[in-house]
C-alpha cells in the first residue's frame, strides 16, 4: 500500500489542489504533522458550525482538540490516535454514552450553490442549473394551477407552499402573461 498517495488523497478531500503532490510529505514526520493538525483545525471549525445538540458539539470538539494534542509531538502515529479518530468517526455517524445507542442521526443536504458545484465538478452541463431552475418555476406555476382548480384560494395556496400569497400572486400572473403572449404569437401566424 502506498501510504504516501492515501495521505495525499486525504488531504485533498478538504484542501483540493492545494495538497496536490505532498505524497512525498508524509515520510517527513515534521511535514506530515503540520498537514495532519490542518484538517482538525477545520474540522474544528465544520463542527462548531454544526446544527446538533449542545452535547454533541462538546464531545465532537472534545475528540479533535484530543486528536490535535496527540498529533503534535507524534514521530509515528500511535494506537492512541487511531482509537480516538474511530471514536470521532462514531460520533459524527451519532452513537454516543459508551451503550451503543445511535442518539443522533445524521442528515445531509446541498445547498443550491453546493448543489451547482457538484454538478460542474461530475462532469454535467453548467447551464444545467439554469434548466432546473427554469423546470422547477413550471413545476410550481403546475402546482399552483391544480391547488386552484382544487378550489383553494391564494392565501391557503401560500400556506401549502410555505411562502407568501404576494408571491402566489405572482407565479399566477406570470403564467397569465405567458399564456397570453403564446396565444398572441399563435394568432399572427
Sequence with gaps: ???GMEFEVAMRLLFGEKAYHIAGSEL??????????????KLLRVVNDL????????????????????????ED???ELV???L?????????????????HTVTYHQTPEQHRTSVVLNGGDPMQIY???KNAVAVRQQVIERLKREGL????????LNTTEYEVKQVRATRLLQRTRRKRRASER
Design 131 to 133: 434548466y432546473d431552475q
Design 153 to 160: 384560494d391564494d392565501f391557503k395556496i401560500s400556506l401549502v
Design 83 to 85: 482509537y480516538r479518530l
Design 77 to 79: 502515529p500511535s494506537w
Design 51 to 74: 446544527d446538533t445538540t449542545p452535547r454533541h458539539k462538546q464531545v465532537l470538539m472534545s475528540e479533535l482538540e484530543a486528536v490535535s494534542k496527540l498529533l503534535k509531538g507524534a
Design 1 to 3: 500500500m502506498d501510504t
Design 87 to 103: 471514536r470521532l468517526i462514531m460520533q459524527l455517524l451519532g452513537y454516543d454514552f459508551l451503550r451503543g445507542s445511535r442518539c
Design 28 to 41: 517527513n514526520p515534521a511535514s506530515r504533522r503540520e498537514w495532519l493538525q490542518k484538517p482538525v483545525r
